[in-house]
């Protein structure tokens, strides 16, 4: 891909939501990064991830984006 212009909306929309996950961590970094986790939130965190991939948890990105009108 040599320019923006020959980006679908779906490219376009990764490559900004990489760039802009890229800079935050670079900004902030994790807070976390280094300190255990408690057992009982590392397994609900699993549960929620879980949930998510059976799409009983979580709103797909394309509906939030329609919903807030950034189409």
């Given amino acids: 891909m ?3 212009a020959q980006m679908t909306k779906e490219e376009l929309r990764e490559m900004i939501e ?3 996950e890229e800079k935050l961590l670079e900004l ?3 807070p976390d990064e280094g300190l255990p986790i408690r057992k009982t939130i590392r397994e ?3 549960r929620q991830k879980e949930a ?3 799409g009983e948890r979580g709103e797909p990105f394309e509906e ?3 919903r807030l009108g950034l189409e």
Wanted: net charge positive.
């Fill in 2 to 4: 040599d320019t923006v």
């Fill in 18 to 20: 990489t760039i802009i």
């Fill in 28 to 30: 902030f970094g994790d």
């Fill in 44 to 46: 609900r965190l699993l």
């Fill in 52 to 54: 998510v991939a059976k």
């Fill in 64 to 66: 939030v984006i329609r």
